[in-house]
């Protein structure tokens, strides 16, 4: 499967953007995709993870309640609505697949196989 993320750019702290991950090619029976973040010189971590074919989608705790993962299953397109911004969450954000992945790992970068390009958020004002 081949993932293509969008929609980053600049936005002051307490606003909003929307990421799109549009996935191509593969399967998409048993397949979860996730939203992953990297800050410079930190380590990427975990943002939101859905599986495709259903299922309360997955948060980080640190974007619980402001961050939204959801999907757009006509357009094969998983996305990531961020409200409420903050400086911290600036970070080059990827989407990811993974398939056959239990739920106790949907926060596990290395159980995901797939790789999108990543597209730069940065929060400032």
């Known amino acids: 499967v081949q993932l293509q993320a969008s929609g980053g750019g600049l936005v002051q702290p307490g606003g909003s953007l929307r990421l799109s991950c549009a996935a191509s090619?593969?399967?998409?029976?048993?397949?979860?995709l996730g939203w992953f973040r990297q800050a410079p010189g930190k380590e990427r971590e975990f943002v939101a993870a859905?599986?495709?074919?259903?299922?309360?989608?997955y948060h980080a705790e640190s974007v619980k309640g402001r961050f939204t993962v959801s999907k757009d299953s006509a357009k094969k397109t998983m996305n990531l609505q961020m409200n409420n911004v903050r400086p911290e969450d600036t970070a080059v954000y990827y989407c990811?697949?993974?398939?056959?992945?239990?739920?106790?790992?949907?926060?596990?970068?290395?159980?995901?196989?797939?790789w999108g390009q990543g597209t730069q958020v940065t929060v400032s004002s």
């Open positions: 990811a697949a993974a398939y056959r992945l239990i739920h106790g790992l949907i926060d596990r970068k290395d159980r995901y196989a797939h």
């Open positions: 859905m599986r495709w074919s259903g299922g309360a989608p």
């Open positions: 090619g593969g399967t998409f029976n048993d397949i979860t």
